[in-house]
């Protein structure tokens, strides 16, 4: 920890899975724009999936997500055939056969979904898209939902990455955030997902939560790192109460000060490059053989909703409530408000809520934001060339990072702007200068780290 980390740390950002970012997504946004968005796609060039399972058995108090709690099997059902119905809408909309590279499932827990339930909407997708012979297929996983049953159920649905939620192990820190979950409990979901041949395991930790120690972080280190997972992410605890009210059952008092999470996002990370795991953008790590350590120091990682990715793909198809898509044109949001995104569905119309369509000075701050949030550094410049866009409103933005650039966090060259290695913990600060939303107001966001 720095002394300059500290001073930052507090300062709220957007995390930049997206830009323009969602709070900037417009109710005014036209189904008919998204349909003709969806009818220029070229069938051989490979898209992305992302299905949203909006449900849990219960709670987590940390929980960011938009979910619901059930434990009936029947609202599950109904969601799946409500998924196969937005498959096979969206696909009318796209190229017959449309080629796809990568699928992801996200919620939520969208493993709740029952086997048939959950194999009948991929048999739904195998049906109406084409799926490349090296597709990504990845999953997000409670492990206390993980049996061997389910285990196979993903193996014949050709799940080939697993995406386990871990937080913390310790039990004082998981009984305050709701969520007790062993190691034996995690070691056995792990070797279940092996046993049926799903190797590609990754573990998501979390720092600045209740009672969260250094030496109780370094634990769960110690015991994530012997599950052997070729990635894993290590996340800040975002506490926004204002927008998840379950959240209020975390107690503000017992939450780690800045200075308490640098030290605590700092020693896991020392811990986990002892593992031999190597530090990947803002909050990922990966074996030096995986295939994302490999895109990161080869410059082809990107960034999405889902984190730090090796999916190359420019169109990302959102499908289930509140999923959110990327189209070259811009972004799309399905409706939050489930019933309304049913009523959508079953008429046939897509379920779009709300969205942006992006201009060219969008495009080029998008890049200039990608490049910050991946590589650590960007010539402004060239990117203003390559987007066709004027350079000085480009260039205006550098004001925003003269304090940066003071205080050590960034290096400015002409239009070569790049992040220090000691600013990296403050890279989401260096790419909010190029924001042009940032200060409309809209929006609350996380601390930067």
Same mark, same amino acid.
């Given at each position: 920890?720095? =002394?300059?980390?500290?001073?930052?740390?507090?300062?709220?950002?957007? *995390?930049?899975?997206?830009?323009?970012?969602?709070?900037?997504?417009?109710?005014?946004?036209?189904?008919?724009?998204?349909?003709?968005?969806?009818?220029?796609?070229?069938?051989?060039?490979?898209?992305?999936?992302?299905?949203?399972?909006?449900?849990?058995?219960?709670?987590?108090?940390?929980?960011?997500?938009?979910?619901?709690?059930?434990?009936?099997?029947?609202?599950?059902?109904?969601?799946?055939?409500?998924?196969?119905?937005?498959?096979?809408?969206?696909?009318?909309?796209?190229?017959?056969?449309?080629?796809? !590279?990568?699928?992801?499932?996200?919620?939520?827990?969208?493993?709740?979904?029952?086997?048939?339930? +959950?194999?009948?909407?991929?048999?739904?997708?195998?049906?109406?898209?084409?799926?490349?012979?090296?597709?990504?297929?990845?999953?997000?996983?409670?492990? *206390?939902?993980?049996?061997?049953?389910?285990?196979?159920?993903?193996?014949?649905?050709?799940?080939?990455?697993?995406?386990?939620?871990?937080?913390?192990?310790?039990?004082?820190?998981?009984?305050?955030?709701?969520?007790?979950?062993?190691?034996?409990?995690?070691?056995?979901?792990?070797?279940?997902?092996? %046993?049926?041949?799903?190797?590609?395991?990754?573990?998501?930790?979390?720092?600045?939560?209740? $009672?969260?120690?250094?030496?109780?972080?370094?634990?769960?280190?110690?015991?994530?790192? !012997?599950?052997?997972?070729? *990635?894993?992410?290590?996340?800040?605890?975002?506490?926004?109460?204002?927008?998840?009210?379950?959240?209020?059952?975390?107690?503000?008092?017992?939450?780690?000060?800045? %200075?308490?999470?640098?030290?605590?996002?700092?020693?896991?990370?020392?811990?986990?490059?002892?593992?031999?795991?190597?530090?990947?953008?803002?909050?990922?790590?990966?074996?030096?053989? =995986?295939?994302?350590?490999?895109?990161?120091?080869?410059?082809?990682?990107?960034?999405?909703?889902?984190?730090?990715?090796?999916?190359?793909?420019?169109?990302?198809?959102?499908?289930?409530?509140? !999923?959110?898509?990327?189209?070259?044109?811009?972004?799309?949001?399905?409706?939050?408000?489930? %019933?309304?995104?049913?009523?959508?569905?079953? /008429?046939?119309?897509?379920?779009? /809520?709300?969205?942006?369509?992006?201009?060219?000075?969008?495009?080029?701050?998008?890049?200039?934001?990608?490049?910050?949030?991946?590589?650590?550094?960007?010539?402004?410049?060239?990117?203003?060339?390559? +987007?066709?866009?004027?350079?000085?409103?480009?260039?205006?933005? $550098?004001?925003?990072?003269?304090?940066?650039?003071?205080?050590?966090?960034?290096? *400015?060259?002409?239009?070569?702007?790049?992040?220090?290695?000691?600013?990296?913990?403050?890279?989401?600060?260096?790419?909010?200068?190029?924001?042009?939303?940032?200060?409309?107001?809209?929006?609350?966001?996380?601390?930067?780290?």
């Amino acid at each position: 920890m720095t =002394d300059v980390t500290l001073k930052y740390a507090s300062r709220a950002v957007p *995390r930049y899975t997206s830009y323009p970012t969602a709070p900037h997504f417009s109710p005014k946004f036209g189904r008919q724009t998204y349909a003709q968005w969806l009818e220029t796609v070229d069938q051989t060039v490979p898209i992305s999936l992302y299905l949203h399972v909006p449900f849990c058995e219960s709670m987590c108090h940390y929980c960011g997500c938009y979910t619901k709690i059930t434990k009936k099997e029947k609202p599950l059902q109904d969601y799946a055939d409500m998924l196969v119905r937005e498959v096979v809408l969206v696909a009318s909309k796209l190229p017959a056969g449309q080629q796809v !590279s990568h699928i992801h499932w996200g919620g939520g827990t969208p493993s709740i979904l029952p086997h048939d339930a +959950f194999l009948r909407v991929v048999n739904s997708i195998r049906t109406h898209f084409t799926f490349t012979d090296d597709m990504e297929h990845a999953i997000e996983l409670d492990p *206390r939902t993980v049996t061997p049953a389910l285990a196979e159920t993903l193996r014949l649905a050709g799940i080939t990455r697993a995406s386990l939620g871990v937080q913390d192990f310790d039990l004082k820190v998981q009984e305050v955030v709701g969520r007790v979950q062993p190691y034996e409990l995690v070691k056995q979901a792990v070797d279940a997902l092996r %046993a049926e041949g799903i190797n590609e395991i990754n573990l998501d930790l979390m720092y600045g939560l209740p $009672y969260q120690t250094r030496e109780t972080i370094r634990n769960t280190v110690e015991l994530t790192a !012997s599950l052997d997972p070729s *990635r894993l992410a290590l996340f800040g605890y975002a506490h926004v109460p204002w927008m998840k009210k379950h959240q209020r059952l975390i107690p503000e008092e017992l939450l780690p000060g800045a %200075a308490e999470r640098i030290a605590l996002f700092d020693d896991a990370t020392e811990a986990l490059e002892e593992h031999g795991y190597e530090k990947i953008g803002l909050d990922h790590f990966a074996k030096s053989d =995986d295939p994302l350590a490999q895109a990161a120091r080869e410059g082809n990682m990107r960034r999405n909703f889902q984190g730090y990715t090796t999916d190359e793909a420019d169109i990302l198809i959102g499908i289930g409530a509140s !999923s959110i898509g990327k189209m070259p044109q811009g972004y799309i949001q399905n409706s939050p408000d489930f %019933a309304g995104w049913v009523r959508a569905v079953e /008429a046939g119309e897509l379920p779009i /809520a709300r969205g942006i369509a992006m201009d060219q000075d969008d495009r080029a701050r998008a890049a200039i934001i990608m490049s910050i949030m991946t590589a650590y550094k960007v010539d402004v410049a060239a990117v203003a060339r390559d +987007f066709n866009v004027p350079i000085e409103p480009l260039r205006s933005c $550098y004001l925003a990072l003269d304090e940066l650039v003071a205080d050590g966090v960034c290096v *400015r060259d002409g239009d070569q702007v790049s992040v220090t290695h000691q600013g990296r913990p403050l890279v989401r600060l260096v790419a909010s200068a190029f924001d042009a939303y940032l200060q409309t107001g809209k929006g609350r966001h996380s601390v930067a780290v």
